[in-house]
């Protein structure tokens, strides 16, 4: 019996002392489904694991699917036809993008659709005229290069793209990664002299000529930032020259954050909207849900930016990110049987229209902070799918747009080159010229000005945010990157707390906690 006894007092003092060491697992709540919140729980359960410490996170997404602002709708209505509605296209060097391709075992997009069309791959229309057509032979680079009407300009700003990109780069290796404060390391890493600056003014510094940077380089900005160069920064108008590598992954980029939300093994709640996020005494948080329901967390992660969230955060926390103001961004996709109309880009009639039409401003033309005369950022052929509704049924190709206001019935007819009606222009008409169109406004992005400080990234005690990143570089990339940023820093402060406690077992046991006190006496 005394040995039994013995042997039950040593299995509560060890479990006592486990108790300590090991408290209940860290319960995270991540806001948001998109690049910034996938790629936070994917990294969290990874560095969680690697340190043994349990977590068990929920993802709240208010979206009925994952990925946010990277999503895809389907032509006709039909899953085998998705396409893209928002992010669509990342490059070689956005490293999660790639790693999480090939670790999750997904395909890139074919890019076989430009020699299947057999027209020229991209065209800078100022309104006008075309200044630059290139066709796909040769590269972007290769192309530019040649062109002596440039002069040195393409050579330089591929230099200083590289080295602003090689800068940046260092932001996913110790000893600069994991970083606390966005603003430090923008410093630190020299990057200031980019942001702080408009794209105007920093190719100017660096001698880029003016004709280049208006034809090319601010046709860039227009397609991916609705920005002219004098309202964009130069790392944002550097990102946009950074086009090596492009790609997209087959059937929609969302897969990659719905495998790693997958792999992170998170409980997903989908369309879920928490609406207030409450601090307790103890530094826990509790979460209220829109259905009324509420529940507890020892971390709090804001992946989306908090000014689209609805949410109350009560009390303030110690940093509230600023409201900014984001661009108004229409993208309209459609289906139609008919290419371009050369005749509405002031081209011989029968001649081809490209397949990807970027936008900038005639030299005669002051950039505002407005899309300007053309009208429009871009309008491109995405895909060509065979619409067998339609009678007969007709091979059609998938156009993208993107505009500052809604598509009329007058821009789609001037575009194509025949008749298209109210109705057809809002719902598509599955025999007409427009046989399917889908209208999306998005917050699509910051209107990325100059700036040299950004958002905390600790918004207080267990409170984190990813999307002040959003004002530095805004992509998929970039949202992942402050995920996966926010994850580490959690789990170090995990690290750090456990090491504080371990320390005070240690001590208890020295100086004879309760447990050991029970233990002695026993035996
Ligand atoms: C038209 C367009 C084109 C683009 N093109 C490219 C491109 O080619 N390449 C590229 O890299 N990037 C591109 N981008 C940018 C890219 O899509 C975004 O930078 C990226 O997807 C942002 O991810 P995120 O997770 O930070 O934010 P989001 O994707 O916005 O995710 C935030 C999520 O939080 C959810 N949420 C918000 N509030 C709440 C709440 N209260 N409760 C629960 N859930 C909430 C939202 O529903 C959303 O799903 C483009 C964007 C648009 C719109
Ligand atoms: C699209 O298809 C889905 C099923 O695949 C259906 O539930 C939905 O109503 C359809 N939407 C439209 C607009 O036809
Ligand atoms: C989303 O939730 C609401 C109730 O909160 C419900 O009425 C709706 O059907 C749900 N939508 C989907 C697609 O599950
Ligand atoms: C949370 O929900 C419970 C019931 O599920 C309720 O009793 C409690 O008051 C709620 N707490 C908050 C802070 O809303
Ligand atoms: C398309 O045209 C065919 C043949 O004229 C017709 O039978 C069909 O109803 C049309 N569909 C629509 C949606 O108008």
Redesign the pocket.
């Given at each position: 019996m005394v040995r039994m006894s013995r042997v039950a007092s040593l299995l509560s003092f060890t479990a006592a002392v486990s108790t300590l060491q090991t408290p209940h697992a860290k319960r995270v709540a991540i806001?948001?489904?998109?690049?910034?919140?996938?790629s936070t729980a994917y990294h969290l359960a990874l560095y969680a694991n690697e340190a043994s410490i349990p977590a068990d996170i929920t993802v709240?997404?208010?979206?009925t699917y994952i990925?946010?602002?990277?999503t895809t709708v389907n032509v006709w209505n039909q899953s085998e036809f998705p396409v893209?509605?928002?992010?669509?296209?990342?490059v070689e060097v956005?490293h999660i993008m790639m790693d999480a391709m090939k670790r999750f075992g997904l395909s890139p997009a074919s890019q076989d659709l430009i020699s299947q069309l057999a027209m020229p791959e991209l065209g800078i229309w100022n309104g006008q005229e075309f200044v630059l057509i290139t066709t796909q032979e040769e590269s972007w680079w290769d192309k530019a290069k040649l062109l002596w009407k440039y002069g040195p300009a393409p050579l330089l700003t591929n230099r200083l793209m590289k080295s602003v990109v090689g800068k940046f780069l260092t932001m996913y290796d110790e000893p600069v990664f994991p970083w606390k404060s966005l603003s430090d390391v923008v410093e630190r890493l020299g990057l200031l002299e980019a942001t702080g600056v408009t794209g105007e003014q920093y190719l100017k510094a660096n001698g880029i000529g003016e004709t280049f940077a208006r034809e090319i380089i601010q046709a860039s900005t227009r397609v991916?930032y609705a920005s002219n160069l004098g309202y964009i920064h130069g790392l944002e108008a550097m990102v946009c020259m950074a086009t090596n590598g492009a790609m997209a992954i087959k059937g929609g980029n969302w897969q990659i954050f719905a495998s790693m939300l997958d792999a992170s093994s998170a409980e997903l709640r989908l369309n879920?909207?928490?609406?207030r996020v409450s601090k307790q005494k103890d530094s826990t948080y509790i979460l209220g849900i829109a259905d009324g329901s509420n529940a507890t967390f020892d971390e709090v992660i804001l992946?989306?930016?908090l000014q689209?969230?609805?949410?109350v955060i009560d009390p303030a926390p110690k940093h509230t990110p600023d409201e900014i103001p984001y661009a108004r961004?229409y993208?309209t996709l459609f289906a139609s049987p008919y290419q371009l109309d050369p005749l509405a880009f002031n081209l011989a009639p029968g001649s081809a229209v490209p397949q990807y039409v970027l936008t900038t401003l005639p030299p005669t033309e002051t950039p505002e902070d407005n899309v300007g005369s053309p009208g429009f950022y871009s309008i491109s052929i995405h895909d060509q799918y065979l619409n067998l509704d339609s009678h007969p049924p007709r091979l059609e190709f998938v156009y993208k747009i993107?505009s500052p206001m809604r598509v009329t019935p007058e821009f789609f007819a001037s575009v194509l080159g025949h008749k298209v009606s109210e109705d057809e222009a809002n719902y598509g008409d599955i025999n007409g010229t427009v046989s399917w169109v889908h209208h999306?406004i998005?917050?699509?992005?910051p209107r990325e000005y100059p700036r040299v400080t950004f958002e905390e990234i600790k918004l207080d005690e267990g409170l984190w945010y990813?999307?002040g990143i959003?004002s530095f570089i805004?992509?998929?990339?970039?949202?992942a990157l402050?995920?996966k940023n926010v994850a580490r820093l959690v789990r170090d402060e995990w690290m750090v707390k456990r090491k504080e406690e371990e320390g005070k077992v240690r001590l208890g046991n020295l100086f004879g906690g309760p447990a050991s006190q029970e233990l002695l006496e026993e035996l």
């Open positions: 806001i948001g489904a998109g690049a910034g919140g996938s709240f997404e208010r979206n990925g946010g602002r990277t893209e509605l928002g992010g669509s296209i990342f956005n991916n879920t909207t928490v609406s992946a989306a930016p689209y969230t609805d949410l961004l993208t993107f999306k998005w917050h699509s992005y990813t999307s959003e805004s992509t998929m990339e970039t949202s402050s995920g």
